[in-house]
């Protein structure tokens, strides 16, 4: 059972919030019969300011005092930090490098991730991002890591190819 007043989540059986003390439900708290009457109870100083019952309205005004006054919540949001946009331009340059400037979008890549991550490392409660330039940093070296291959493997057609030229045979 949550709160009306703060949200805070409560047991099921629960009067009185354990957060902010409101009401969990008025009409309720106010015909619930009184649980030290059923009690076993000492004889005593105490017992004798115990036995007198409550007025009937005596609950519910105690209710309604504790529950018209809101009581912020405990735990605040935690504060906005905004992304770097050295992050995100890295991750964008790991993007282009793969599908329409392969060599200079990779590099772009690389050298913006690696600037990116040193300056969220430096300041992080000022910006963050980091995953975004993980990202970016991947995604370049995966753009070079292509282009290596492709120009090995054009290489290697290459020399086939003028190596059937020459009409070697043995």
Not at 21 to 35: F, H, L, P, R, Y
Not at 69 to 82: K, L, Y
Not at 115 to 136: N, Q
């Amino acid at each position: 059972m949550f709160c009306p007043m703060c949200g805070a989540p409560n047991e099921d059986d629960a009067d009185f919030c354990g957060n902010c003390g409101a009401a969990m439900n008025a009409e309720d708290a106010s015909s619930k019969k009184d649980v030290s009457a059923e009690m076993p109870q000492e004889s005593g100083p105490v017992e004798e300011a115990v036995d007198e019952p409550l007025e009937e309205g005596a609950v519910k005004e105690v209710a309604e005092t504790v529950s018209a006054e809101p009581v912020p919540p405990s735990t605040a949001a935690p504060p906005f930090v905004p992304t770097s946009g050295l992050a995100i331009a890295s991750l964008v340059s790991g993007v282009t490098g793969l599908t329409i400037l392969p060599f200079v979008g990779g590099i772009l890549a690389i050298v913006l991730g690696y600037m990116a991550r040193r300056d969220i490392r430096d300041r992080p409660d000022e910006v963050s991002g980091d995953g975004l330039a993980l990202a970016g940093i991947i995604l370049g070296w995966i753009a070079i890591g292509l282009i290596i291959v492709g120009c090995l493997v054009f290489g290697a057609v290459a020399a086939c190819g003028m190596v059937g030229s020459l009409n070697y045979s043995p």
